[in-house]
């Protein structure tokens, strides 16, 4: 079992930053790809970024690149999404996700999800 809760969500105005964080507990953080979903109002939740197990690789979806960083500290088995040039469409609920897959883009190769953290841009 890998425990994930995030954090760092918040309102912001367009154009600004966040940093969301989502600490994990249980099963060795490293053996695992992680990656960020979202989810906004009345839409289905979509692949933002990951990051894989091995070498740290990492995938985003094409609305994000650009602006978006995701990282991990195995050491401190956190999982990090920088997000930068914030946009009113950014708004949603976003989860972390740990699977042991290779399937990054789909929610199908994530077995662990956190909460969710809420992040608002205003426009």
């Known amino acids: 079992q890998v425990q994930l809760v995030e954090s760092g969500g918040g309102l912001v105005q367009a154009g600004g930053s966040l940093r969301l964080s989502c600490a994990a507990s249980g099963r060795t953080f490293s053996d695992y790809a992680m990656g960020w979903f979202r989810q906004a109002p009345g839409k289905e939740r979509e692949f933002v970024a990951a990051i894989s197990w091995i070498r740290g690789r990492t995938y985003y979806a094409d609305s994000v690149k650009g602006r978006f960083t995701i990282s991990r500290d195995n050491a401190k088995n956190t999982l990090f999404l920088q997000m930068n040039s914030l946009k009113s469409e950014d708004t949603a609920v976003y989860y972390c996700?740990?699977?042991?897959?290779?399937?990054?883009?789909?929610?199908?190769?994530?077995?662990?999800w956190g909460q969710g953290t809420q992040v608002t841009v205003s426009s």
């Open positions: 996700a740990a699977g042991l897959s290779s399937y990054y883009y789909t929610e199908e190769g994530y077995s662990y």
